[in-house]
C-alpha cells in the first residue's frame, strides 16, 4: 500500500517507527499540496493531506485518529505583515500548503473584511523578496524569519483559536475510495502514539536538521503540536470548513464525522 507522508519535522511524530517500506506499506514523503494531488490522482493509496483537500472529494475517507493539529500557536504557519491587516492589498502564499492558504484568507475576511489579491509564492522561493504586503510562510523555514521588519507577524494557530475557540486541524490521514485501510489504521494509530511517546529522542534526532535547538524543537513537538483528532478538533474543522465553503474555498455537501474511531 502507498502511503504518503509529509516532509516536514511536524510529521516525524506521526511515522515514527513506521516502516519505510515492508510490512505492506511502500512510505513516501513529498510536499502537502503535492500529496494531495498524488492522491487524486490514485498515486497514492492514504496520504496524509492538508485538511482543505479532505473537503474537495466526497469520497476520501478519514482513517485515523492520528492528524497534525494545535490548540494554540502553532510556530510553523505564519503572516508576515509589511502594513496594518486592515491595509493589506496584495497576499502572498506558499505554495506548500493549501489548508493553511485557506485558513489566512478566512482570517482575513472574518476579522478584518480584508480580501487581498493573491499572489504565488513559490515553493523554495527567497520568501522576503516577494513584493506583496503581506506573505504566508509554512513549515520548517517560517521558524526562522528573516531580519526584516514587519508591521505584524500572526501565528495562524494562535490567531485561529482564539477566534474560534477551538483547536484547528492541519493535516489528516485520508484514503482514496475502495482502499482497505483497517489495518494501516491501526498501524497509523500505533505509530503516533508511540512518536508522542518518544519526542525528546525525536528532538535530539531532528533539530540540528532544521537549524533548532533541543529545547526549541522540543518545546515545538510537544507544546505547540497536537496529534490527535478528538471531539473538539473535529469541531474545530467543521468550522473551518463552513467558513472555507461560505469563501468558496471548498465545494458544499461534504459530510465530515461526529467521530474517529480509536483504533490503538
Not at 491587516?85 to 492558504?101: C, F, Q, V
Not at 485501510?181 to 525525536?202: F, M, N, Y
Not at 540540528?208 to 535547538?213: A, D, F, H, P, V
Not at 469563501?247 to 465530515?256: E, F, H, N, S, V
Request: aromatic share 8%.
Amino acid at each position: 500500500m502507498k502511503v504518503g507522508a509529509v516532509s516536514y519535522l511536524n510529521t516525524k511524530p506521526l511515522v515514527y517507527n513506521l516502516p519505510a517500506s515492508g510490512d505492506g506499506i511502500d512510505l513516501i514523503f513529498d510536499l502537502p499540496s503535492r500529496l494531495a494531488d498524488r492522491l487524486a490522482a490514485g498515486e497514492l493509496d492514504v496520504a496524509l493531506i492538508p485538511s482543505v483537500e479532505f473537503f474537495q472529494n466526497p469520497a476520501y475517507t478519514i482513517i485515523s485518529d492520528a492528524c497534525i493539529g494545535c490548540r494554540g500557536p502553532v510556530f510553523s504557519v505564519k503572516l508576515f505583515a509589511r502594513k496594518p491587516i486592515a491595509e493589506i492589498k496584495t497576499l502572498a502564499l506558499d505554495e506548500g500548503s493549501r489548508t493553511s492558504a485557506a485558513l489566512i484568507q478566512i482570517l482575513l475576511k472574518e476579522r478584518h473584511e480584508v480580501t487581498p489579491q493573491l499572489l504565488p509564492l513559490p515553493i523554495g522561493s527567497p520568501w522576503e523578496e516577494s513584493p506583496a504586503d503581506a506573505i504566508l510562510v509554512i513549515g520548517d523555514r517560517a521558524m526562522h524569519p528573516p531580519a526584516s521588519e514587519f508591521v505584524e507577524i500572526w501565528d495562524l494557530g494562535d490567531v485561529w483559536c482564539r477566534w474560534a475557540e477551538l483547536p484547528f486541524v492541519f493535516a489528516m490521514w485520508v484514503a482514496r475510495p475502495g482502499i482497505d485501510t483497517a489495518e494501516l489504521a491501526a498501524k497509523l494509530s500505533a505509530a503516533r502514539d508511540q512518536g508522542v511517546a518518544h519526542l525528546t529522542q525525536i528532538a535530539r534526532a531532528e533539530a540540528s536538521r532544521y537549524e533548532l535547538s533541543y529545547d526549541q524543537c522540543l518545546r515545538y513537538l510537544r507544546d505547540n503540536l497536537h496529534f490527535t483528532l478528538g471531539p473538539r478538533e473535529l469541531a474545530g474543522l467543521r468550522l473551518y470548513y463552513q467558513h472555507a465553503v461560505g469563501l468558496d474555498l471548498a465545494p458544499a455537501g461534504i459530510k465530515l464525522p461526529d467521530s474517529i474511531p480509536t483504533l490503538t
